[in-house]
């Protein structure tokens, strides 16, 4: 049984619907677009026609930059980086996977993604090998860790109405249109040729 950590975020929704899940998990861990992401994470799930589950962690106190509207920490790569956020995630995601019998955990990472530590092939095969360790044997699996969103976008052969509700904005419930998770967005669908509006 697969499932995959759905943020709601163009790169999570076009792999959900390339690789038809048998459930999704979504976490709000205290993030400012949480429920936005929640929206359109349930929206493609029932699009999909697949379960839905959604871990409520509220470690807001913890963040930093741009996901949790604080001052970026010195050690910040990028703007939106949080301090371990994909591998608090994961663990979380990990947690109600296991309960639902699932042995496999995709996750949305992109090469561009590398701008990080928590994105690189390399973590991924490291938070993979960590999880298996433990009981349940789960195992952490990046499909898209080779592509960039257009590439995964034209592989996926997700409809452009669907790839509409993604919500990639980092700051709030509406798209800012100046964040990172915002340009990518925009660009990403100039790439493919479509209106983004």
């Not at 929704?13 to 993030?31: C, E, F, N, R």
Request: with cysteine.
């Amino acid at each position: 049984m697969r499932a995959l950590l759905l943020s709601g975020g163009m790169d999570s929704t076009a792999i959900a619907w390339w690789k038809k899940p048998d459930v999704a998990i979504s976490v709000d861990y205290g993030q400012r677009p949480a429920g936005a992401e929640l929206r359109a994470a349930g929206a493609v799930c029932a699009a999909i026609g697949i379960p839905h589950e959604t871990i409520r962690a509220d470690c807001s106190a913890l963040g930093s930059g741009d996901l949790s509207g604080t001052p970026a920490l010195h050690a910040a790569p990028i703007p939106e980086w949080w301090p371990f956020r994909n591998q608090l995630i994961l663990t979380l995601a990990g947690i109600a996977a296991l309960r639902l019998g699932v042995r496999t955990l995709l996750i949305g990472a992109l090469v561009t993604d590398a701008e990080h530590a928590d994105g690189r092939p390399d973590f991924v095969a490291a938070i993979s090998g960590l999880m298996a360790l433990q009981e349940g044997g789960l195992t952490v699996n990046a499909p898209a860790i080779g592509m960039d969103a257009p590439e995964l976008v034209r592989v996926s052969g997700i409809p452009r109405e669907v790839l509409a509700w993604a919500h990639s904005c980092h700051v709030g419930d509406l798209a800012c249109g100046r964040c990172r998770g915002c340009v990518k967005n925009y660009r990403t669908w100039k790439a493919l040729g479509w209106d983004p509006h």
